[in-house]
């Protein structure tokens, strides 16, 4: 579903990624795990088409990123929610609507914020949200259209407990429904039993990957380590 091959993006002199390489199959979850900085966010937003890369290429379902057709083929839900402040919350999910040609977008949407707790909040306007909210909305908008690959950029932060399971719910969901679905996160307890493969970033570059189970295995653990102890013996610094 999703091909990188020798991704580099820099920042003047600086390198966030540094010529990666990954190949993501269609009806995977898979987790980015790293720290702060690691080059997670630099990623997604590469692969979204944000950001430009200064070296690699990338194919979605056999096409390059940039052009129009692969556009359409997922939904970025970015780290900061971006909401248009003088539309309200079901003016949102029109918008994306008559943007991606959503059939049938109402009900869709009436769904979707009832699964999120959005249904007395659907007529207030972006800018009266609270900070968890406005990251409800912004995944209502990511799902709408849905398409094949789903890229979230941290997307727990600053949800409720709720919001947390019903999204977990919805990438499983997603997963048999055959869709793709990549995560980046340094939250490791919520991805734990989710993800089908983890990529572990570190300073641009990608150090483990693997399943979960096989990471554990790679550094001779006990099967009751958890993820975390896994990602802070990876990511240590030598
Ligand atoms: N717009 C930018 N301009 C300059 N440096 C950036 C920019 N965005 C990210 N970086 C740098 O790139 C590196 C990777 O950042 P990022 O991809 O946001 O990491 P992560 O999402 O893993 O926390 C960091 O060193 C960060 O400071
Ligand atoms: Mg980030």
Same mark, same amino acid.
């Given at each position: 579903?999703?091909? @990188?091959?020798?991704?580099?993006?820099?920042?003047?002199?600086?390198?966030?990624?540094?010529?990666?390489?990954?190949?993501?199959?269609?009806?995977?979850?898979?987790?980015?795990?790293?720290?702060?900085?690691?080059?997670?966010?630099?990623? @997604?937003?590469?692969?979204?088409?944000?950001?430009?890369?200064?070296?690699?290429?990338?194919?979605?379902?056999?096409?390059?990123?940039?052009?129009?057709?692969?556009?359409?083929?997922?939904?970025?839900?970015?780290?900061?929610?971006?909401?248009?402040?003088?539309?309200?919350?079901?003016? !949102?999910?029109?918008?994306?609507?008559?943007?991606?040609?959503?059939?049938?977008?109402?009900?869709?949407?009436?769904?979707?914020?009832?699964?999120?707790?959005?249904?007395?909040?659907?007529?207030?306007?972006?800018?009266?949200?609270?900070?968890?909210?406005?990251?409800?909305?912004?995944?209502?908008?990511?799902?709408?259209?849905?398409?094949?690959?789903?890229?979230?950029?941290?997307?727990?932060?600053?949800?409720?407990?709720?919001?947390?399971?019903? /999204?977990?719910?919805?990438?499983?969901?997603?997963?048999?429904?055959?869709?793709?679905?990549?995560?980046?996160? !340094?939250?490791?307890? /919520?991805?734990?039993?989710?993800?089908?493969?983890?990529?572990?970033?570190?300073?641009?570059?990608?150090?483990?990957?693997?399943?979960?189970?096989?990471?554990?295995?790679?550094?001779?653990?006990?099967?009751?380590?958890?993820?975390?102890?896994?990602?802070?013996?990876?990511?240590?610094?030598?």
């Amino acid at each position: 579903m999703l091909i @990188i091959k020798n991704l580099t993006k820099r920042f003047k002199k600086s390198i966030a990624v540094d010529n990666i390489s990954f190949v993501l199959k269609k009806g995977n979850i898979v987790g980015l795990l790293g720290p702060n900085g690691a080059g997670k966010s630099t990623t @997604i937003k590469t692969i979204a088409g944000l950001l430009r890369a200064n070296e690699g290429t990338i194919e979605i379902d056999g096409i390059s990123n940039k052009s129009l057709k692969a556009k359409r083929l997922f939904s970025y839900i970015p780290e900061l929610p971006e909401l248009y402040d003088m539309l309200t919350v079901k003016e !949102h999910l029109q918008f994306i609507a008559y943007a991606y040609d959503v059939k049938d977008w109402e009900t869709k949407a009436q769904i979707l914020f009832e699964r999120y707790d959005l249904i007395d909040k659907q007529d207030k306007l972006a800018n009266e949200l609270s900070k968890g909210m406005k990251q409800k909305v912004s995944i209502c908008c990511g799902l709408l259209p849905n398409p094949d690959l789903y890229l979230f950029d941290e997307p727990m932060i600053g949800l409720d407990p709720k919001a947390i399971r019903e /999204t977990k719910l919805i990438f499983q969901e997603l997963k048999q429904q055959g869709k793709t679905v990549f995560i980046s996160t !340094h939250l490791l307890d /919520t991805i734990e039993n989710l993800c089908d493969r983890v990529l572990v970033m570190k300073t641009g570059n990608i150090i483990a990957d693997g399943t979960v189970e096989e990471l554990k295995t790679k550094l001779g653990e006990e099967s009751s380590t958890s993820l975390e102890e896994i990602f802070l013996e990876v990511t240590k610094d030598e």
